[in-house]
Structure formats: structure tokens, C-alpha cells
């Protein structure tokens, strides 16, 4: 497939052979998944995900199982009501297990009669990361004091598990907003745990009645549990979905945290699944009220320029990319957006 990509592109015949020998060296190197635990070939495609990924045994056993557990559930409502709103795309899925444990579900609907392209992905992980990698991964504590490398000396690796369900759907209509969700769970052997997750709107065209839908929607979940919550999450996705380069926002936000775990985790777990419940009542009403809205050439043009911002943060900032590469994670999954 390397190989007719590149002559599909008329490159020098030096070129295309120059690269196929690249590829063929990378596909024979047996190097096993590095210090991580965790690499592109530690992955075993199945035809039957196990009834759980997580493996028994560790840490705080029952958060893990119960997190997982919640995202699956979530993944099937939400696929299943994107399936019925476009009415013609199908999401296909692809499984995957590691032998030390963990694995992923991955499904991505592609050329439906709403969406171009959807995907929602579950994954559980194990592996290690130096203590000074995942205190890099967060905001330097900006709205949290948890120390990620709590226990381990500078540059020993931290054995981690981190369990999440993340989400991008771009649809045809660039009257219809793309849309963004990420749940997790994180935990150390060291005893650290945290919640994260958020789910963001990133409209081409204002609609003041769908943002104030889609704002008002999570507004309601998160003054149920804390009021302080959405103005805390609300202005946190404000200035992380930034595009610092550009001096312009992604999209119109929406709510992000990380490193929650200032209270009983029970309680933010119920936070948590009642944010990724809420993706379906949050996003397709905006949906259904823009899918069959006229466009012009000229506006599609300007969604595929806000698209190409889009991609933009995923590949410079996005600390889901950064930290799903770095750990040797699902690549199609990791660069789904």
C-alpha cells in the first residue's frame, strides 16, 4: 500500500524505492514495544474484545473495571445515535489486545450521508513514562496540585494504567459543527490517581441558539455536582483549546479538566459518566437542526480551512496525541481527527 500511495503521487522512482526499503526495515525490526511496555507491534488484533481489558490483580482493581465498564457503555449510546441521525453510515469496528494487559475498541464511520468522518475509541493502558513525561502532560498544575510523579526519583519510569474514551466527528454541512469529547481515568503504582475529560464544540458558522444548547447542556451537569465547576472548566477549555501559533481559538470550548481528584472518586466517577452520557443530548439536536441547511462552495471552502486549524492544535498541543504517540498507542486511533 506504501508503494502504490507513492506512485499515485509521481514521485522520483529513487524515491518511491528509497522509502519502501524504509518501510520494509521498520516492518522487520523486532525490537518489542521499548521501555514503555507498550509499542506499535505489542498490539493482537481480535475478532472478540474480552468482556474487560483490564487485567486483575493491580492497583485500585475496581475503579479501573468500573471506568472501563462506563466508557463501553457510553461508546455503544453514542454510536448508536449517531448511526440513527445519519441514517446511512455505519461505524466499523476494530479490536485489539496487548499480552501484558489492556487493549482498545476502536470505531470509525467514514462517507456517511451526515458525517465524512466519526470516530469513537476506547482504550486501556498499561506502561511506564518517566515521572518528568507525565508531569509535562498537564497544565504545570495551573488548576491542580497533584504531583503525577509522586514517589519516583527524577528520571525513573512510572508504571501507569489509563483508561479513556475519546471522540472527533466532522460532519459534511459546514453549517454543522464538529465535535470533540475525551473521558479518562489515570492512575500510578505510586498511588496517584486523577480524572480528566471535556467535551468541545467546534462550529465553521455561529448559531448563538446551538452554543447556548450545547454550553447549557454541560452548564446543567456540572452545576449538579459542584457550581464552580462550569466556570472553572468552562474557561480552562477556553485557553487549552488555543492555537497559540495562529492567536485564534479552535472552536467555541465547551468544558476540560484534568487532574481531578480533589474529592471522593465515587463522586467524580458519577460526574464523569454523566458528562460522556450527555454527548447525544449535548450535540445531534444541533445536528438535526443544520443537516439539511443549503451551502455554498465558498462556505465548505472555509470549513476545510477551520478543519486544517483543526488538525493543526491535534498535531502541536494536543496532549492526548502527544501522550498516545509517545506511550506507543493505536496510531489510526491516536491521529483518528
Known amino acids: 500500500s506504501a508503494n502504490a500511495l507513492f506512485s499515485k503521487q509521481r514521485v522520483p522512482a529513487s524515491w518511491r524505492s528509497t522509502k ?61 445515535a449517531v448511526e440513527k441521525c445519519d441514517g446511512q453510515g455505519k461505524f466499523k469496528e476494530d479490536a485489539w489486545t496487548r499480552a501484558d494487559g489492556g487493549g482498545g475498541i476502536s470505531r470509525v464511520l467514514s462517507g456517511g450521508k451526515i458525517w465524512e468522518k466519526a470516530g469513537c475509541n476506547l482504550s486501556v493502558v498499561y506502561g511506564t513514562m518517566p515521572s518528568e513525561a507525565l508531569q509535562a502532560a498537564n497544565d504545570r498544575r495551573k ?60 462550529p465553521a458558522y455561529l448559531d448563538e441558539k446551538d452554543m447556548k444548547h450545547f454550553h447549557g447542556t454541560y452548564k446543567t451537569i456540572c452545576d449538579k455536582h459542584d457550581k464552580e465547576f462550569y466556570p472553572k472548566f468552562k474557561k480552562w477549555a477556553d485557553e487549552y483549546f488555543y492555537i497559540k501559533h495562529r492567536g485564534e481559538t479552535r472552536g467555541l470550548g465547551g468544558i476540560f479538566f484534568d487532574d481531578l481528584n480533589d474529592r471522593d472518586p465515587e463522586d467524580i ?10 454527548v447525544p443530548d449535548a450535540y445531534l439536536p444541533i445536528i438535526e437542526e443544520h443537516k439539511d441547511d443549503e451551502y455554498t462552495q465558498k462556505e465548505k471552502e ?13 498535531l502541536v498541543y494536543d496532549r492526548g496525541t502527544i501522550f498516545g504517540l509517545k506511550t506507543g498507542g493505536g496510531i489510526e486511533s491516536i491521529l483518528m481527527s
Open 20 to 80: 519502501s526499503l524504509s518501510m520494509t526495515s521498520v516492518q522487520e525490526k523486532k525490537d518489542g514495544a521499548g521501555e514503555s511496555g507498550i509499542g506499535w507491534n505489542s498490539h493482537q488484533a481480535v475478532d472478540k474484545v474480552p468482556d474487560s481489558l483490564c487485567r486483575d490483580g493491580t492497583a485500585n482493581t475496581e475503579m479501573r473495571a468500573k471506568f472501563e465498564k462506563m466508557c463501553r457503555e457510553a461508546q455503544d449510546k453514542i454510536c448508536a
Open 143 to 202: 488548576f491542580s496540585n497533584t504531583d503525577r510523579g509522586a514517589g519516583y526519583a527524577p528520571g525513573e519510569r512510572v508504571p501507569f494504567f489509563a483508561c479513556g474514551l475519546s471522540s472527533v466527528m466532522h460532519p459534511k454541512n459546514p453549517h454543522c459543527p464538529t465535535m470533540h469529547f475525551n473521558y479518562r481515568y489515570f492512575e500510578t503504582e505510586g498511588g496517584v490517581w486523577w480524572f480528566g475529560g471535556g467535551t468541545d464544540i467546534t
Open 269 to 278: 466517577f458519577k460526574f464523569s459518566t454523566e458528562c460522556a452520557m450527555a
Open 302 to 314: 472555509w470549513q476545510l480551512i477551520r478543519r486544517g486549524r483543526y488538525v493543526e492544535f491535534n
